[in-house]
T-cell receptor
Framework: GAVVSQHPSWVICKSGTSVKIECRSL??????MFWYRQFPKQSLMLMAT?????????EQGVEKDKFLINHASLTLSTLTVTSAHPEDSSFYIC??????????????FGPGTRLLVL | GQNIDQPTEMTATEGAIVQINCTYQ??????LFWYQQHAGEAPTFLSY????GLEEKGRFSSFLSRSKGYSYLLLKELQMKDSASYLC???????????FGRGTSLIVHP
């Protein structure tokens, strides 16, 4: 099956610093990648949809200047949390769109990045 | 908008059968997904239903009734490793992006 990787898996940083998270599709080309945030015992909340070579589409309530998304190639999207604060501490998960047998479409998720801002 | 509703937590015994229900309200309909998520890990795809009926895949089956806005995930011969959160996700008509429910935390005990 399709494999998506994320790096780093864990980040601990000081308040005010910026953190970059990478999402890669390893064995397929992903024209579309998605960034989610998940707080403990909560649902996956879509933050933005990232299309290769164009600007990301952000969900309502997500600050595009705070969460910078770059999708420079068909296999890599990055999320940069700028000037991180403790309330940004969360589990960030990316996914990439792929087609499975029968023409169905689903998303394959990366392993997630746990961010802790002190 | 979309609304996905599923129970918060369920418990079951190893070897038993458990059914996790999900009701959804979407603008149009373009498929219903089930994902499994172990604590601290990303979700893994389990099933996708777009037509009414039961889809069986090994120990896991998923059912959909579009007229009732209802789906369930059926897990048979439960194993301890099935303890996880099960996410129901619905996709609105004309969209390829699903909206996730809060997930049902399933605890399997001996």
């Amino acid at each position: 099956g399709a494999v998506v990787s994320q790096h780093p898996s864990w980040v601990i940083c000081k308040s005010g610093t910026s953190v970059k998270i990478e999402c890669r599709s390893l064995d397929f080309q992903a024209t579309t990648m998605f960034w989610y945030r998940q707080f403990p015992k909560q649902s996956l909340m879509l933050m933005a949809t990232s299309n290769e070579g164009s600007k990301a589409t952000y969900e309502q309530g997500v600050e595009k200047d705070k969460f910078l998304i770059n999708h420079a190639s068909l296999t890599l999207s990055t999320l940069t949390v700028t000037s991180a604060h403790p309330e940004d501490s969360s589990f960030y998960i990316c996914s990439a769109r792929d087609k499975v047998a029968g023409g169905l479409e689903t998303q394959y998720f990366g392993p997630g990045t746990r961010l802790l801002v002190l | 908008g979309q609304n996905i509703d599923q129970p918060t937590e369920m418990t079951a015994t190893e070897g038993a059968i458990v059914q996790i229900n999900c009701t959804y309200q979407t603008s149009g309909f373009n498929g219903l997904f089930w994902y499994q998520q172990h604590a601290g890990e990303a979700p893994t795809f389990l099933s996708y239903n777009v037509l009414d009926g039961l889809e069986e895949k090994g120990r896991f089956s998923s059912f959909l009734s579009r007229s009732k806005g209802y789906s369930y995930l059926l897990l048979k011969e439960l194993q301890m490793k099935d303890s996880a959160s099960y996410l129901c996700a619905g996709r609105a008509g004309g969209s390829y992006i699903p909206t996730f429910g809060r997930g049902t935390s399933l605890i399997v005990h001996p």
